[in-house]
Each structure stands twice: as C-alpha cells, then as structure tokens.
C-alpha cells in the first residue's frame, strides 16, 4: 500500500504559468481533499471530494480547480500562478466508513514557488 | 474568525517528562477532533482522536482529553522522547460535512 502520493516534491512557477498538481491514493477512500499550508498557518482547504465526479469548494478555491474522474485520482488544476499561491500543497484521503474515526491519510506534499 | 486556535507556537520538554499541547475551539457543532503529527517535509500523520461524546481517549503513551464545557482540548505525551520532536497539529471535523477545521500547529522539541 503506498496511501496517498503526490508528484511533483518540488515547482517553480513564473507569474502566469499553468501546472497540475497529481494525487493518487490507493486505498479505495471515497472522500479526497486538497490544502494548502503556508508558513505559521494551519492547513486551509481548498477543494474537495466526496466520491468520483463530485467536487466541492472549500475555504480557499480562487486561482484552483479540480476534476475527480476515477475514485483513485484527485489531480488540482493551478491556472495563471500567482505570486499568493506559493505554498505547500497536501493531499489527503479518507473513509468515513462505518467505525471510522475520521482520520485522513496525507500525502508527502508538493512545495509549490511562484515567482 | 478561527474556530480552532493552538496558543502555545512551541513547547520544550525533557526527554521522560510529560508533554501537554493545548487546543481550543469555538464551533459545538465539531464532533470529531482529531491529532496530527507532522516532520519536516513530510505530510501530517494522524496520530490519535476523540469523539464529542467522550472525555478521554488512550493509545499507548499518548492520551488526548476534551473538556467540552470549557471547549478546551489537551494532548498528552508521557514519557516524552526525542522522536516526539515534531509539529502537532489540533484538528477539528464538522458534524454533518466531510470538513475539517485545522489550528495552526505547536512545534514540539524533546530534549535528550
């Protein structure tokens, strides 16, 4: 089981450029999300998933967008990079099934430049 | 408005001796709060949670207590060693969502 995995560990973007941002998990979670942390804060939520073909904003989805075709697969769209999007970005995953104690399962993180 | 706060950024303690870190809230409708650990680039790695419905919950040297009354949260690390050094993260799941609110992180060192 490798849980949940991320690519890129590391960007650099000029102002303007375009990237995706893949996460895969491998656990068979329905529930997937994206955050970003940035120095001295807490994770903030950007977008989410509650099942393959269903997407939700969170706290902070402006500059972001996602698609979730596969139960697998929640890849982050960053269009027009801008300077404000320099961050760490995580991925997790999660059951809620029954028994679960609600923990999400991370990814490694991709740190994210924007210059 | 943050509806969960972790006051103290950092905390150091001897290695053998309890750690205690600190979480508060303001949301009742929270029923799930949950405990990360995170080391330097890597992801946050969950470590221990407790429904709104009990007082305590116990696994191995780490013990997490919820005063709901007082909308107060602690975790406890006993005895504390050096591979405890590490970033806890307070989370907060909302009831009736597939949300969870995060503090912004105690910066735990143990000392040998």
């Known amino acids: 089981n490798a849980g949940v995995t991320q690519t890129p560990k590391f960007r650099i973007l000029k102002i303007g450029q375009s990237m995706t941002l893949q996460c895969t998990q491998d656990?068979?979670?329905?529930?997937m999300y994206w955050y970003r942390q940035d120095p001295g804060m807490g994770l903030k939520l950007i977008y989410y998933?509650?099942?393959?073909?269903?997407?939700d904003k969170g706290e902070v989805p402006n500059g972001y967008n996602v698609s979730r075709s596969t139960t697998e697969d929640f890849p982050l769209r960053l269009e027009l990079a801008a300077p404000s999007q320099t961050s760490v970005y995580f991925c997790?995953?999660?059951?809620?099934?029954?028994?679960?104690?609600?923990?999400?399962?991370f990814g490694p993180g991709t740190r994210l430049t924007v210059t | 408005d943050q509806q969960v706060k972790q006051n103290s950024p950092s905390l150091s303690v001897q290695e053998g001796r309890i750690s205690i870190l600190n979480c508060d809230y303001t949301?009742?409708?929270?029923?799930?709060f949950l405990w990360y650990k995170k080391y330097p680039a890597e992801g946050p790695t969950f470590l221990i949670s407790?429904?709104?419905?009990?007082d305590k919950n116990e696994d191995g040297r780490f013990t997490v207590f919820l005063n709901k009354s007082a909308k107060h949260l602690s975790l406890h690390i006993v005895p504390s060693q050096p591979g405890d050094s590490a970033v806890y993260f307070c989370?907060?799941?909302?009831?009736?969502?597939?949300?969870?609110?995060f503090g912004t992180g105690t910066r735990l060192k143990v000392l040998a």
């Open positions: 656990m068979n979670h329905n529930y």
């Open positions: 407790i429904s709104s419905i009990k």
């Open positions: 989370a907060a799941h909302t009831a009736g969502t597939y949300k969870y609110i």
């Open positions: 997790a995953s999660s059951s809620h099934s029954g028994g679960s104690s609600y923990e999400q399962y």
């Open positions: 949301n009742s409708m929270f029923d799930y």
């Open positions: 998933s509650v099942g393959a073909g269903i997407t």
